[in-house]
Nanobody, 134 residues
Framework: QVQLVESGGDLVQSGGSLRLSCQAD????????YGWFRQVPGKKREGISY????????WYADSVKGRFTISRDSGRNTIYLQMSSLTPEDTAVYYC???????????????????????????WGHGTQVTVSS
């Protein structure tokens, strides 16, 4: 059984910081691309950052650039999203995703499809809630 498991979501005050974790369960975080998305009810799921395991290159959406940092810890098999200077506009469910494909009978995460900069993310975690109070 394989899945991505997000954690670290919480209620935080405006201006505060939070670190989200995305642990890969049952497979190594290598070769593929791993991203963070967020979604507010009634709005489209927004891609905010990704990291390519092949070369460590990263990308950020303008809405989070300079405030969020994505990283990969191969020893812990975990992707992190360090978030700082949070505002109420950052309130959302945050999802971790990868463009790696899995056998549907093995995958225990969620299914969704989003294309970001030509990268097709099709394997997702179940999300973690981040709430920023004003």
């Amino acid at each position: 059984q394989v899945q991505l498991v997000e954690s670290g979501g919480d209620l935080v005050q405006s201006g505060g910081s939070l670190r989200l974790s995305c642990q890969a369960d049952g497979f190594p975080l290598d070769y593929f691309t791993y991203g963070w998305f967020r979604q507010v009810p009634g709005k489209k799921r927004e891609g905010i950052s990704y990291i390519k395991a092949s070369d460590g290159s990263t990308w950020y959406a303008d809405s989070v650039k300079g405030r969020f940092t994505i990283s990969r810890d191969s020893g812990r098999n975990t992707i992190y999203l360090q978030m700082s200077s949070l505002t109420p506009e950052d309130t959302a469910v945050y999802y971790c995703a990868t463009d790696r494909s899995f056998n549907p009978t093995d995958w225990k995460g969620s299914w969704f499809y989003a294309e970001l900069n030509g990268i097709r993310f099709g394997s997702w975690g179940h999300g973690t809630q981040v709430t920023v109070s004003s």
